[in-house]
């Protein structure tokens, strides 16, 4: 039965180029619809770039230029760089388009009618010079907590997290002016009020992974869902609300209705309705996105689009980021790669397979170590795929294929059996363990050509009829891996249907063999990847993170994705060993832990260090844990930090946790048997 599918990758922010952090997300789709239009599915793939926020704004304004500009070069920049690794979208769209400021307001206006909107005054820094109210990342200043100047606008290195307005010494990164508190009006979005419909859609829909379902239901569906604020006061590059002059809707807002603006120009151009794709139980709608953005998609947009009367997503499928040789990725090490530089070093076909090779449907990260990424490709795909192709590719041309398929011992039928448990793999993304299937029958047929030695037939001339049933065993063989690796590999799958003058365009074409025909002249299909040219790359990567450095000291640019900062904190200035030491870092227990009503971030703690001996500690991971789980844990603190009156009381310490805040804060943990009040050393 044919499937209507409907697929989205989540939108690259206008703001920077395409790296391979990026590429995870969006190969990971492709490969999911390709394999789908390769069943006989009708799959729509549907994108495009997510162009509003103060970031595009500030960055126009740096370079001199507008903002329609600068998100039309980055379009024409994003779009090439996916085209040059073979992603094909059905439609690239813009969140600045007529199409998504008509769609926008109609969402608006389903929220008003359902009197989900509500405003209040919300005070925040404004720059006087720049004339703009700053987001987080605009303000650097004094930590409140650890002292450290420099400091970012909601968390220090310290582990410390706090709102703008709580910096000491604050200063905007736009113009170096001292901001000033102004009060503004803003909109929310009254979440609560949806409490119901969400929990039941995350709970039962089976829309979400089990991971996700319980950290929704753990960490927000808990407790009452705060408001959403979705506006922000001009300046700022967007749409205008038009029922509140003067104030715009916030990027993510409008972005996730770019899924639907850009399907629309599809249907504009293709003579189709958008309700038989957005309104319609018998279209299925897949979102693929990062780990870091699952609160939008989960909690605001199934609401937005429940109150719109739009389809709920059929399935959300959450992938974790990219490491490289173990670590994050980071522009100083070279490791943050440009789609384009990637490209100029390395045939786009060895990523496509290596993240395959590392992809499942869980919400993991995924390590690109390059010496794993040079033997995988060139063990796998050219040692034992293209290789059965080449061993006879120079001899087929000449002798074509037999008139019936030969007895190959139950290979073929043997791989064509695989056949569903393969489909199986890529339809639940299981993508690794597709390709560990795809490798064992590869694994299988090559001992086929090695023991019948076509190149030795090759020169006997009786044994001519010999060599064309091996090169129609291999080629076959080999036609069936193509078929099963073109979701992931489409020049090979190419390849091979100009080899064999037979295109590949259904999985079904694994189930029959070719007989009877020619071979055209064999073509080399793919070189093995050297590690010098991966060497290569990371120091010219290097090379371009230092002169962007030098050219620029635009703080958009430090961050991938609308309002949300890359999580490559810089390492702290270097100490000694006498350094460390004065540092009392002591293993307590969590006796007690409970909200603090007046604070958004923080949670108080009561701490046991063994004995009578407790500390009250103050702690910003309200948006990560609940308070009673927390309770009886080990925990590392620092216990000989300088007391700090806070509104709430006194914090006698600080816990020790690692994240870039918010909900993205893990506090240490300590092996079972360590003693509260013990050194940690």
């Not at 239009?37 to 509003?52: Q, V």
């Given at each position: 039965m044919t499937r209507r599918i409907l697929v989205t990758a989540a939108l690259p922010y206008a703001n920077g180029p395409i790296h391979i952090g990026h590429l995870v997300e969006y190969l990971q789709t492709d490969i999911w619809v390709r394999f789908q239009?390769?069943?006989?599915?009708?799959?729509?793939?549907?994108?495009?770039?997510?162009?509003?926020g103060t970031a595009i704004m500030i960055r126009a304004r740096k370079e001199g230029r507008s903002e329609l500009d600068l998100i039309g070069e980055m379009s024409e920049s994003h779009q090439r760089d996916f085209a040059g690794f073979g992603i094909e979208f059905d439609n690239y769209?813009?969140?600045h388009s007529d199409e998504n400021r008509k769609i926008c307001g109609e969402f608006w206006q389903a929220l008003r009618d359902e009197k989900l909107v509500t405003e209040r005054t919300v005070e925040q820094l404004y720059d006087p010079e720049a004339e703009t109210f700053l987001a987080d990342r605009f303000v650097r200043g004094t930590c409140p907590k650890c002292g450290r100047t420099d400091q970012a606008g909601d968390n220090c290195t310290c582990g410390h997290t706090y709102n703008p307005t709580d910096l000491i010494d604050p200063v905007s990164t736009l113009s170096g002016a001292t901001p000033v508190l102004r009060e503004s009006a803003h909109l929310f979005v009254e979440l609560e009020?949806?409490?119901?419909?969400?929990?039941?859609?995350?709970?039962?829909?089976?829309?979400?992974?089990?991971?996700?379902?319980?950290?929704?239901?753990?960490?927000?569906?808990?407790?009452e869902l705060r408001d959403w604020d979705v506006s922000r006061p001009s300046p700022y590059f967007g749409f205008e609300?038009?029922?509140?002059?003067g104030n715009y809707w916030y990027v993510w807002f409008d972005a996730p209705i770019?899924?639907?603006?850009?399907?629309?120009?599809?249907?504009?151009?293709?003579?189709?309705?958008?309700?038989?794709?957005?309104?319609?139980?018998?279209?299925?709608?897949h979102h693929f996105i990062g780990k870091d953005i699952t609160y939008f998609h989960t909690l605001f947009w199934p609401g937005m689009l429940k109150t719109a009367g739009y389809s709920l997503p059929t399935k959300v499928h959450i992938h974790g980021f990219l490491n490289v040789n173990g670590t994050k990725m980071s522009k100083r090490d070279g490791t943050l790669v440009k789609a384009e530089t990637f490209l100029k070093h390395i045939d786009p076909a060895a990523l496509r397979y290596f993240y395959a090779s590392k992809l499942s449907?869980?919400?993991?990260?995924?390590?690109?170590?390059?010496?794993?990424?040079?033997?995988?490709?060139?063990s796998d795909l050219v040692g034992k795929v293209v290789n059965l192709a080449s061993r006879v590719g120079k001899f087929a041309g000449q002798t074509g294929l037999s008139d019936t398929y030969p007895d190959d011992g139950g290979l073929f039928e043997k791989a064509a059996e695989a056949g569903d448990a393969i489909a199986e793999a890529y339809e639940q993304c299981e993508y690794a363990r597709a390709m560990r299937l795809i490798m064992e029958l590869a694994d299988a047929a090559n001992p086929f050509v090695e023991h019948a030695k076509p190149w030795e037939m090759k020169k006997d001339p009786e044994r001519q009829d010999e060599l064309r049933d091996v090169c129609t065993v291999a080629l076959n063989l080999f036609r069936q891996l193509a078929v099963y690796l073109t979701p992931v590999l489409p020049s090979l799958a190419k390849a091979c249907g100009e080899l064999l003058d037979d295109p590949i365009v259904s999985w079904d074409q694994s189930q029959t063999p070719l007989v009877g025909r020619g071979v055209n002249k064999f073509k080399r299909m793919m070189d093995r990847v050297q590690l010098e040219n991966l060497e290569k790359m990371i120091e010219e990567s290097k090379e371009e993170a230092a002169a962007e450095s030098e050219t620029t000291d635009s703080p958009a640019s430090q961050y991938n994705d609308s309002d949300q900062p890359l999580k490559d904190e810089p390492m702290a200035d270097e100490i000694t060993i006498d350094d460390f030491m004065k540092v009392d870092l002591r293993v307590a227990r969590v006796i007690e832990a409970e909200h603090v009503p007046e604070a958004n971030k923080l949670l108080k703690l009561t701490?046991?260090?063994?004995?009578?001996?407790?500390?009250?500690?103050?702690?910003?991971?309200k948006a990560a844990y609940e308070p009673e789980k927390l309770v009886g844990r080990l925990v590392v603190m620092v216990a000989n930090l300088k007391p700090r009156k806070m509104r709430f009381g006194l914090s006698e310490g600080m816990v020790c946790a690692s994240g870039p805040g918010g909900e993205d804060v893990f506090v240490l943990g300590v092996d079972d048997g360590a003693q509260p009040g013990q050194r940690v050393h």
């Open positions: 239009k390769l069943c006989g599915h009708r799959c729509l793939y549907i994108c495009a770039d997510d162009t509003h769209g813009s969140t009020k949806l409490h119901e419909f969400l929990n039941q859609w995350v709970s039962e829909s089976g829309a979400l992974q089990s991971e996700t379902a319980n950290y929704l239901k753990g960490h927000f569906l808990a407790e609300i038009p029922d509140s002059p770019g899924y639907i603006a850009s399907t629309q120009q599809w249907c504009d151009r293709n003579g189709e309705k958008l309700e038989d794709w957005w309104k319609s139980d018998e279209c299925e709608v449907s869980r919400v993991e990260d995924l390590d690109l170590s390059l010496t794993e990424f040079v033997d995988k490709v060139n701490l046991s260090l063994g004995g009578d001996e407790t500390r009250q500690v103050f702690a910003g991971i």
